[in-house]
């Protein structure tokens, strides 16, 4: 049974994003009898891994909206070798808006595998009401503030008010972007209180990752498909 449900897992999720397939005991590389990744993908794996922990759960990023996830991430994202990591991929945009009535400096964060696998840290401004869009090396994660940290400033105000990043849950490339393309954050009233706590009030981060999360139709996004599917 745990073969099946191992081939199902691997064909609903890799068809549409193989940076999930590894999400059973064994993962990718026993349904597939891959090698375990090495060198520098090894290393952007271990990263993906690291970062992919702190998806859902109490004080995770998403929080309740991305319960399924907590604490069932693949092991390695789907970076299993050279190939799968950004090459020489044309740079990506990542654009900004800026719904709140105060300048803000967004504290963009980064791994590509073409500067290496350290987490990169880009500070950009933008007004408020306003929109920027930046270009930036390609890159196998991209979130907002530090990426291992969630509930740490994504963003400061111009008063000094920080944003938590929270609600910027991390896009990983071919998951939820692909070198070339756009990807997007928003500064944003917490008008129907994602995180839970009453205040339709705060500003909240919400990164396209997240939104692309809470579209799957599912109660609690496709971490509950994920979950029903493998008995969590």
Same mark, same amino acid.
């Given at each position: 049974?745990?073969?099946?449900?191992?081939?199902?897992?691997?064909?609903?999720l890799?068809?549409?994003?193989?940076?999930?397939?590894?999400c059973?005991?064994?993962?990718?590389?026993?349904?597939?009898?891959l090698t375990?990744?090495?060198?520098?993908?090894?290393?952007?794996?271990?990263?993906?891994?690291?970062?992919?922990? *702190?998806?859902?759960?109490?004080?995770?990023?998403?929080?309740?909206?991305?319960?399924?996830?907590?604490?069932?991430m693949?092991?390695h994202?789907?970076?299993?070798?050279?190939?799968?990591?950004?090459?020489t991929g044309a740079?990506m945009?990542?654009?900004?808006?800026?719904?709140?009535?105060?300048?803000?400096?967004?504290?963009?964060?980064?791994v590509?595998? *073409?500067?290496?696998?350290?987490? *990169?840290?880009?500070?950009v401004t933008?007004?408020?009401?306003?929109?920027?869009?930046?270009?930036?090396p390609?890159s196998?994660i991209?979130?907002?503030?530090?990426?291992?940290?969630?509930?740490?400033?994504?963003?400061?105000?111009?008063?000094?008010?920080?944003?938590?990043?929270?609600?910027?849950?991390?896009?990983?490339?071919?998951?939820?972007?692909?070198?070339g393309?756009?990807y997007?954050?928003?500064l944003?009233a917490?008008?129907?209180?994602?995180?839970?706590?009453?205040?339709?009030?705060?500003?909240?981060?919400?990164?396209?990752?997240?939104?692309?999360?809470?579209?799957?139709?599912?109660?609690?996004g496709?971490?509950?498909?994920?979950?029903?599917?493998m008995?969590?």
């Amino acid at each position: 049974m745990m073969g099946v449900k191992k081939f199902l897992i691997g064909v609903v999720l890799c068809n549409g994003c193989l940076a999930l397939c590894a999400c059973t005991t064994g993962g990718l590389w026993s349904l597939l009898n891959l090698t375990e990744p090495a060198g520098l993908s090894a290393a952007i794996a271990s990263k993906a891994e690291a970062v992919g922990r *702190q998806m859902g759960g109490p004080g995770g990023f998403g929080g309740e909206m991305m319960d399924g996830y907590a604490g069932h991430m693949p092991q390695h994202m789907g970076f299993h070798s050279d190939s799968n990591l950004v090459g020489t991929g044309a740079p990506m945009m990542v654009g900004l808006s800026n719904e709140s009535g105060q300048d803000g400096v967004f504290h963009l964060s980064y791994v590509s595998s *073409q500067m290496g696998a350290t987490e *990169q840290m880009m500070d950009v401004t933008v007004a408020g009401g306003g929109e920027v869009t930046v270009q930036m090396p390609c890159s196998e994660i991209v979130g907002m503030g530090p990426m291992e940290m969630p509930g740490q400033p994504g963003c400061h105000l111009a008063d000094g008010q920080p944003v938590g990043n929270a609600m910027s849950t991390p896009g990983f490339m071919g998951m939820n972007y692909s070198c070339g393309e756009e990807y997007a954050f928003r500064l944003m009233a917490d008008i129907n209180d994602l995180d839970g706590d009453g205040d339709l009030q705060e500003l909240i981060i919400m990164s396209q990752a997240m939104e692309q999360f809470m579209k799957v139709s599912f109660p609690m996004g496709m971490g509950s498909m994920m979950g029903s599917m493998m008995g969590w």
